[in-house]
């Protein structure tokens, strides 16, 4: 990788999910984080990816922060229905972890 041969700490990724086997993706880049003390920052749109493959969640709107922590801890139903306008169902599966299933917009 050509970060990891640069020596760079932040490794950064732009809509990285449009391929058709994230979990590939991941699985490949993943173990290599904590052994070269790499940071992998992304932005994904699709809320289920984001809480499958990160390990902490900053929440935007119209180019403001407003929250950040671990996904159990930012993305719930309230947080989903107050900054997006949208009803959910949370739940949680021992495998892929949060689903977020979208009911209604508020």
């Keep these: 990788m050509i970060g990891v041969a640069l020596k760079m700490k932040l490794f950064s990724l732009e809509q990285p999910i449009r391929i058709s086997k994230p979990d590939r993706l991941y699985g490949f880049i993943s173990p290599l984080l904590p052994v070269h003390d790499l940071t992998l920052e992304y932005e994904k749109h699709d ?9 902490t969640i900053m929440v935007m709107k119209n180019g403001e922060m407003l929250m950040a922590g671990v996904p ?13 306008g949208v009803n959910v169902a949370i739940r949680r599966e021992e495998e892929t972890g949060l689903i ?3 009911l209604s917009i508020v």
């Design 47 to 55: 809320v289920n990816q984001a809480v499958r493959y990160s390990d």
């Design 100 to 102: 977020v299933v979208p």
């Design 72 to 84: 159990e801890e930012v993305i719930t139903e309230q947080a989903m229905k107050d900054i997006y």
